[in-house]
């Protein structure tokens, strides 16, 4: 059974600042990475999916990398800002599904003024 | 409208009673999705349509949960008897497509579940 862990549970930076968030994964057998943020009281957005055959996906100042090899993947976000503030959450689809994603428990991330 | 619609947005029950939340997913998307999101935990998938065929319902937690979507489009998840470990939000999502795969999905605002 797929297992997705997230680190750290919460991140508090300055705006401005770089950040990585980090995702891992127990099984390495998956079809594609996918990264959400979630805003309190609002739905998931979908900010990047990576295919099982790709290294990386960018959009705008994020950008998504993927080591299947490993059970990893980080976002990377430039020049933050406190617009950025939301909870992250990566997803996995694997273990023979085309539909049902796994997900972590998300990374809170407050970007301070 | 343009987006996956979910009501009510929150829902108080006393324990014991019967919830039903709603799902309006995009126009035309053949694929839906529930998850269950516990507070300060990542959403956990409970069952998936196919237009109005339910493909996958391993996710539902007992027998007192049941979705329908019986003409493939708006769905409804039920709860019967809730529990206080019934509490979370209930998220929906819709999809163009026959499963997630390589395609991104539609989250709706979720509807919040309290038991009291």
């Known amino acids: 059974k797929q297992e997705v862990t997230q680190i750290p549970a919460a991140l508090s930076v300055p705006e401005g600042e770089n950040l990585v968030l980090n995702c891992s994964f127990t099984d390495s057998a998956i079809y594609n990475l996918q990264w959400f943020r979630q805003d309190p009281g609002k739905g998931l957005t979908s900010l990047l999916l990576?295919?099982?055959?790709?290294r990386e996906q960018t959009s705008g100042r994020l950008n998504a990398s993927l080591d299947k090899s490993s059970g990893r993947s980080t976002l990377y976000i430039a020049a933050s800002q406190p617009g950025d503030s939301a909870t992250y959450l990566c997803a996995t689809l694997s273990g023979g599904s085309n539909y049902k994603l796994t997900f972590g428990k998300g990374t809170l991330l407050t970007v301070n003024p | 409208g343009a987006g996956v619609s979910q009501s009510p947005r929150y829902k108080v029950a006393k324990r014991g009673q019967d919830v039903a939340l709603r799902c309006d997913p995009i126009s035309g998307h053949v694929s839906l999705f529930w998850y269950q999101q516990a507070l300060g935990q990542g959403p956990e998938f409970l069952t998936y349509?196919?237009?109005?065929?339910?493909?996958?319902k391993s996710g539902l937690p007992s027998d007192r949960f049941f979705a329908e979507r019986p003409e493939g489009s708006v769905s409804t998840l039920k709860i019967q008897r809730t529990q206080q470990e019934d509490s979370a939000v209930y998220l929906c999502a819709s999809s163009w497509y026959r499963g997630s795969g390589a395609n991104v999905l539609t989250f709706g605002a979720g509807s919040r579940l309290t038991v009291l």
């Open positions: 990576i295919q099982s055959s790709q």
């Open positions: 349509f196919q237009n109005e065929a339910q493909l996958d």
